[in-house]
């Protein structure tokens, strides 16, 4: 549903025959809709069923978009553009065509919702049952995805192990950074007041897109002396669109439309501020923009040699390592301005330890959602 909400904005309508092609595109939702919805009817009876909270989760967002008037729909956007230069017959034509097809998006979306619903809610795996090595192929799938994601024929045992070690390394530096900032090395009291200490943490949207456009406006200024070439295309900040934004990351990147269509764009999250650290706003504006995402994909799109498949296809390996060496690189930079931000970066790098081994955990040993949970607090 997100994905769809972004489609207006990533496909350009300049030209009548641009706005042909979006509405086919648009046409296309109701059947990928249905076919969703007959695969999981396959996985169901082959017993490969998704979990409780996703089931949840996309059933919320599928009641959200339901809840909004037609109009409101972002795949309706481009039909308020004025278009000046379009003739007139095919403008109402563009606006009355594209109306009709984001209407037939509805019924599929019920359809998608009655589904999970009436199918799915009785059969999906339960809070013990979270991880894919409960499903049938389960583990080999899992061991397949490590090498997707990594590169690497590591086995579950061997990430697990490096997760521990990390977070074992990482807890050491907060709590040196801890007796700086707080006073006191004691990690229980460290990690106490990041999560307690209400003055920690943004008051509105304002605030946070304040501090991503000063996160930006810094890395910009001083990416010249670190870096010969350099993308031309700028990036912007963007607030993530508020349907989106209860059920999405902290931040992310997605880089520009080539010619100046488009630029780069660093969408943060706003949703319920009191939950967003000021402390991880500086780490994330570099991780997810300069000198991060922005200057990797920018530059990938704007070499003049290399074929269309090597500035499209993203080796995840590679993307999220360049956004990680920037953390590291950021600090020679100076782009830290303060210890609150550098425990910021820590904070970044617990949780992505964390990760490895709540991962492994859940999906290769079985671990529960609840263990996961205890795991990370």
Known sequence: VSEWGHLAELQPITTPEEGRRYVARVRQIPGAIRAEIDLLADGFVARRVTTAESARRVKAMIDGELARPLPEWPLLAPAAAAHPDWPKDQLDAFRAELGAAVAEVRPALVEFGRFIDDVLADGVRGEGESGVVNLPDGLPCYRSQIRVYTSLSRSPKEIHAIGLAEVARINKEMQVLGKRLFGSDDLAAILRRLREDRSLYFDTPAEILGAAEAGLQAARAKI????????????????????????THIGYYRHPIPGGVKPGEYFVNTYRPETRPRFEARVLAIHESIPGHHLQLAIAQELPATPAFRKHAEQNVFVEGWALYTEDLAEEMGLYESDLDRMGKLSFAAWRASRLVVDTGIHAFGWSRAEGERFMA
């Open 224 to 247: 010249p002396d670190y870096f010969g070439i350099l993308p031309k295309a700028p990036c912007e900040v963007r607030e993530i669109p508020d349907y989106e934004a209860p059920f």
